[in-house]
């Protein structure tokens, strides 16, 4: 029987256990909820806001219990606002507690000899490669759990991005597919789309951009023994590779994520075109990696940042690719499906720290989708698309564009009908019929070319077919080369006129050379162009129905005809001016100012109806020209149909005179119908009914 003194310190030994153990029940129970002073739970880490009135520009909070660090709140319209957070529950010791070997004593272990039980401390650990060499060199699986069920405040955040940046530092030899599914789990846990807030109030802005450069040195340093759709299968954050050689087959990645903790994705692949694998000389490998947040943090981490001012709206794609090869071709779906939500091709230059855009190419922009080609190299191995700054958009131009086309529209149809009226009192010789027939021509071409705008533009607003798109574009760019070869017959015509004097051509073989020039040449380009370009889909735009400048440069089958034809028409203007101020005898101060008035009446006739306030179109191709620039060339070409009429019309004297002259005679017309209306034999007609 054992001695009272005996039974009492084991009694006491067991009341102590049992107390143990249940206190830590309750606090595995109550989790992160802790007692406030004022007895209410809290549930979280950090306290809202400062105590106290916003009366200083600054104020700092400590850190919930359990959590080191603290939190900064600026004083915004007399109110606190957030702008910092250091808070942490992690560090290199509490990564590897569960892994020290040591055993904690449980009441079912009573029973085990005190002598075998090692109570002496672990060594410590100073790094986190010191900690995952000890504990975890085959897949450093053992940071995982700790990771995962850390809170994804962002001192957390910063920590772990920190953490990853070592393992790709020092952890770089002999990456393993496992290491590889451990490394994108750990990445995975702060790109969740629940932690993408807090990146906004990390100190260190670059830590998304660490981030970014650390899963892309890592994967350059995996070895795949076989191919692998899914290396890394999270929902943040997705890894693939490939064995490739000069025989392989294009290649392409194929990613479908989630943005959201829902089911709707978003798309994304990459190919290695056929062309770039035949340079291999050796069998090597391909990985590709996509995040579909990644986009999301950056824009949060860096919105007030002047180096990243636009918006990234896809996934960020990643590939590691052999030295030789170069080219990709990446297709993007948009985040942001707004038809305002135009897109341009970027790639990130690690060493620059910012997006590149000479970097990619952009092939094409349609619906929702944005395919282009890019450069790869161990500077630039990151992709995505931007909100393209490039389309201008201001209200101003839309207005003076669409008010233009309606008064220019409205302006060639007067014009038509007004020729339709004087066409047999003013076209009497040669020379004034094929001018008459040249104006009839360039108001037909310029009124067909901006209705081919308008359903161009309507077709861009409302995405229609491509096929359509391009039909459109082909119209359009022909009916304003029809515009500008017109012009150019006029001012033939006007040589032609001035200079030749004894010989004239018959008016079958003048309008023979007026159609072959006015709509021959026009269609030889267009047809050119189009079939130069269309097969590689880069005939039009990708942000519009007109064509391509970025990928194909289409758009020089357009300018280079049209600058030319404006420079003959400069020089056609010279040679006018030259021959008007031919001297005559007698003449007199009166005449002298008589020649200068001429003068002024033909440039100011041939500046507009020649084409050459298109030559403002110049400075538009200009990156960062001045706005004022586009609001003149909007001005002066949206108007161009009013200027036909002006100057080519109604300031022609021969043509106001025919038009009094057709008046006059439909009023003498209605006067005489009126009066033989009103005659006695009328009236007695009218009588006996």
């Not at 979280?44 to 959590?67: D, I, L, R």
């Not at 086309?405 to 014009?415: E, P």
């Not at 500046?607 to 030559?615: D, N, R, S, V």
């Not at 021969?654 to 009023?667: E, G, P, Q, V, Y």
Request: hydrophobic letters at 45%; charged letters at 15%; a positive charge.
């Amino acid at each position: 029987m054992k001695s009272p003194a005996t039974m009492i310190c084991c009694l006491a030994l067991f009341l102590a256990t049992e107390c143990s153990h249940y206190r830590s029940k309750i606090d595995m129970k109550d989790g992160h909820k802790h007692q406030s002073p004022g007895g209410k739970s809290t549930v979280g880490k950090t306290q809202e806001k400062c105590q106290g009135a916003c009366t200083t520009s600054y104020c700092v909070q400590s850190c919930a219990k359990h959590f080191r660090g603290e939190i900064g709140f600026t004083c915004n319209q007399k109110k606190w606002q957030k702008s910092t957070e250091t808070c942490t529950s992690l560090s290199v010791e509490t990564l590897f507690q569960g892994s020290n070997g040591v055993s904690r004593v449980s009441t079912a272990a009573a029973s085990a000899p005190l002598p075998n039980l090692n109570f002496r401390a672990p060594e410590p650990v100073n790094s986190v490669a010191q900690g995952i060499r000890k504990n975890c060199p085959l897949d450093y699986g053992c940071i995982i759990n700790v990771v995962k069920s850390s809170e994804a405040t962002s001192g957390n955040i910063a920590f772990i991005v920190e953490l990853l940046k070592n393992i790709s530092i020092d952890l770089s030899d002999n990456v393993t597919q496992e290491k590889m599914k451990s490394y994108g789990k750990v990445a995975n846990h702060i790109l969740d789309t629940a932690a993408v807030s807090n990146w906004a109030f990390i100190p260190d802005k670059n830590a998304s951009l660490d981030l970014l450069q650390s899963v892309n040195l890592f994967a350059r340093q995996l070895h795949l023994h076989n191919d692998s759709d899914n290396i890394v299968d999270e929902l943040f954050i997705q890894t693939k590779g490939f064995r490739i050689n000069h025989s392989t087959s294009e290649k392409r990645f194929n990613f479908s994520m989630s943005t959201k903790n829902t089911t709707e994705g978003i798309s994304g692949m990459i190919e290695i075109p056929r062309q770039e694998l035949w340079k291999l000389q050796n069998a090597s490998q391909a990985i590709s990696i996509a995040f579909p947040t990644l986009g999301a943090i950056l824009n949060e981490a860096h919105l007030q940042n002047v180096s990243l001012p636009r918006l990234v709206n896809g996934l960020v794609l990643s590939v590691v690719l052999p030295e030789n090869l170069k080219q990709i071709l990446l297709t993007f779906e948009k985040t942001n499906k707004s038809q305002s939500a135009r897109a341009q091709c970027v790639g990130w230059h690690s060493r620059k720290r910012r997006w590149d855009e000479n970097a990619c190419v952009m092939i094409r922009d349609i619906r929702n989708e944005v395919r282009c080609r890019c450069d790869s190299s161990n500077a630039v191995m990151s992709f995505s698309i931007l909100m393209s700054p490039k389309s201008i958009t201001d209200k101003v131009l839309e207005y003076i564009t669409c008010i233009g086309l309606g008064v220019s529209i409205l302006s060639l149809i007067f014009c038509l009908i007004i020729e339709a009226m004087v066409w047999s009192r003013v076209a009497v010789t040669e020379i004034s019929y094929m001018r008459h027939v040249c104006i009839v021509n360039i108001a037909v071409s310029l009124l067909t070319a901006n209705v081919c705008f308008i359903i161009a533009s309507n077709f861009n607003s409302k995405a229609q077919d491509y096929n359509l798109c391009v039909a459109v574009t082909f119209f359009s760019h022909f009916f304003y080369l029809c515009l500008f070869f017109w012009m150019l017959f006029k001012a033939l015509l006007i040589v032609y006129g001035i200079l030749v004097v004894f010989h004239r051509m018959m008016k079958s073989c003048m309008m023979a050379i007026g159609f072959a020039i006015g709509y021959g040449c026009p269609l030889v380009i267009a047809v050119t162009t189009v079939a130069i370009t269309e097969p590689g889909k880069g005939y039009v735009r990708p942000e519009a129905c007109w064509l391509n400048w970025d990928s194909t440069k289409a758009l020089l089958a357009f300018v280079i005809p049209a600058l030319v034809i404006v420079a003959v028409n400069l020089l056609v203007v010279f040679v006018v001016a030259v021959n008007t101020q031919r001297p005559f005898i007698g003449s007199s101060k009166s005449q002298d100012i008589a020649i200068i008035m001429r003068i002024s009446k033909n440039v100011a006739i041939l500046t507009p109806l020649l084409g050459l306030t298109w030559g403002f179109g110049i400075t538009t191709f200009i990156e960062d020209i001045p706005s004022v620039f586009h609001i003149i060339f909007a001005l002066l070409n949206a108007f161009q149909g009013f200027f036909i009429l002006l100057f080519g019309t109604i300031m022609d004297h021969k043509i106001r005179d025919a038009l009094k002259m057709s008046m006059t005679l439909l009023k003498g017309k209605s006067r005489a119908a009126e009066n033989a209306s009103l005659s006695p034999t009328n009236r007695s007609k009218l009588m006996n009914r």
